[in-house]
């Protein structure tokens, strides 16, 4: 009897332990509060998911926010996202970021998820900015119960550090590029680019017919032929692609050789690995040749020429 009164408040205490354990280790997707520094406009927010102890295929949400003092500015993937496919929209007449995530072996990594970068309108004071789950379901098409948790976006007065580091793409060529990689990723994975959350990338293509970059870094090809890609960072130039479409599809992706070359050059290198250039390079090689015959043979008339006048002279004597 005494041994049941020693080991009945243990069993409680395991009981209410496993308790608070099991719910503090629920599914949650929460966003990170973050800062609005004096020297800045824009602010990204960060969407992270934590505890994820269930098979979930479909997650779908909203970033809720106040548009009289937030304006949106743009969205991606975060680092840690593994997905088969994910797109966000923004709901203006809603003031919502709609963001859709779908992974068909299931999310399972703990992290930072999605970013969304708004322009502070008013920074009088702290701006809360909430999120609703719309969906959230196994490969079953089961509902999954997630917690969520809203963030702030804090104002201070300090000044945020710049990096005055100039960044640049460097030398890389990859094929066969999978239908959801983004540049970006395509870029900070190859071209040794540090991209950080708060930072704003955006793209010039020289040619929209061949392929267009999507809001969220898709590229979408077009029709087949090679496009060049000027890559921004911040508003400031790191580089130039050549992105080359063949059979409906994103066939390379590949840095300039060198880091100021025009696009007319990016195209030019590319074309060497097409049809197209391989005519233009046979034509090339008519036209030099032409011109060495030409050269050869005037150089033989100059000789002949001066082989006469010996002889006449000869001749004379």
């Known amino acids: 009897m005494r041994r049941l009164c020693i080991l009945f408040p243990i069993f409680v205490l395991i009981i209410t332990f496993s308790t608070i354990v099991y719910a503090d280790s629920k599914t949650k997707v929460y966003i990170e509060n973050a800062t609005k520094y004096?020297?800045?406009?824009?602010?990204?927010?960060?969407?992270?998911?934590?505890?994820?102890?269930?098979?979930?295929?479909?997650?779908?949400?909203?970033?809720?926010?106040?548009?009289?003092?937030?304006?949106?500015?743009?969205?991606k993937?975060?680092?840690?996202?593994?997905?088969?496919?994910?797109?966000?929209e923004n709901i203006q007449e809603e003031s919502r970021v709609a963001i859709g995530i779908v992974s068909l072996g299931g999310l399972n990594a703990d992290g930072e998820y999605y970013y969304v970068t708004f322009k502070v309108k008013d920074d009088s004071s702290d701006?809360?900015?909430?999120l609703n789950i719309r969906e959230s379901t196994d490969s079953k098409g089961n509902d999954i119960n997630v917690e969520t948790e809203d963030g702030t976006i804090k104002m201070t007065s300090k000044k945020k550090k710049?990096?005055?580091?100039?960044?640049?793409?460097?030398?890389?060529?990859?094929?066969?590029?999978?239908?959801?990689?983004?540049?970006?990723?395509?870029?900070?994975?190859?071209?040794?680019?540090?991209?950080?959350?708060e930072d704003s990338i955006t793209y010039e293509v020289e040619n929209s017919d061949i392929a267009e970059i999507a809001n969220n870094g898709l590229i979408i090809p077009n029709q087949e032929g090679t496009t060049a890609v000027k890559v921004k960072l911040n508003g400031q130039d790191i580089g130039t692609l050549a992105v080359v479409v063949k059979d409906g599809k994103v066939q390379k992706v590949s840095?300039?050789?060198?880091?100021?070359?025009?696009?007319?050059?990016?195209?030019?290198?590319e074309m060497k690995n097409s049809n197209d250039y391989e005519n233009t390079h046979v034509s090339q090689n008519v036209h030099i040749l032409k011109n060495y015959i030409a050269i050869t043979i005037i150089f033989v008339i100059i000789i002949l020429i001066f082989i006469l006048i010996l002889i006449k002279k000869r001749r004379r004597k």
């Open 162 to 197: 710049e990096d005055t580091k100039k960044q640049a793409i460097k030398n890389f060529e990859i094929e066969d590029v999978q239908e959801i990689e983004t540049i970006e990723n395509i870029i900070s994975k190859n071209a040794d680019i540090k991209i950080k959350p």
């Open 255 to 269: 840095s300039s050789q060198t880091e100021n070359a025009s696009l007319e050059e990016i195209i030019e290198n």
């Open 77 to 88: 993937a975060g680092k840690d996202l593994e997905a088969t496919l994910n797109l966000a």
């Open 127 to 130: 701006i809360p900015v909430s």
């Open 38 to 75: 004096e020297n800045s406009k824009n602010v990204t927010i960060k969407v992270c998911m934590e505890n994820i102890n269930e098979e979930i295929v479909t997650l779908s949400l909203d970033v809720k926010y106040d548009a009289s003092k937030l304006e949106y500015v743009s969205s």
